[in-house]
């Protein structure tokens, strides 16, 4: 009888599916994060590209 209930409890547990889902999400933001500053990181490159230009 122990060992069904066990089994039971293990099955319904939904614990462990949270902390999966909550990691999944952080590494979502991040690779949000990552994308976001290439994209700003050749904005800015061409903007100091053109200031250079115009300096010399």
């Known amino acids: 009888m122990a060992t069904k209930k066990t089994i039971v ?3 319904t547990d939904e614990s462990g ?3 999966v889902e909550y990691g ?3 590494g979502l933001i ?3 994060i ?3 500053l290439v994209a700003v990181t050749a904005s ?3 903007t100091f590209e053109t200031v250079e ?3 010399a």
């Open 9 to 11: 409890r293990f099955l």
């Open 17 to 19: 599916a949270t902390a």
């Open 24 to 26: 999944l999400l952080v």
């Open 30 to 32: 991040a690779v949000a």
């Open 34 to 36: 990552m994308g976001g």
């Open 44 to 46: 800015i490159n061409s």
């Open 53 to 55: 230009s115009e300096m």
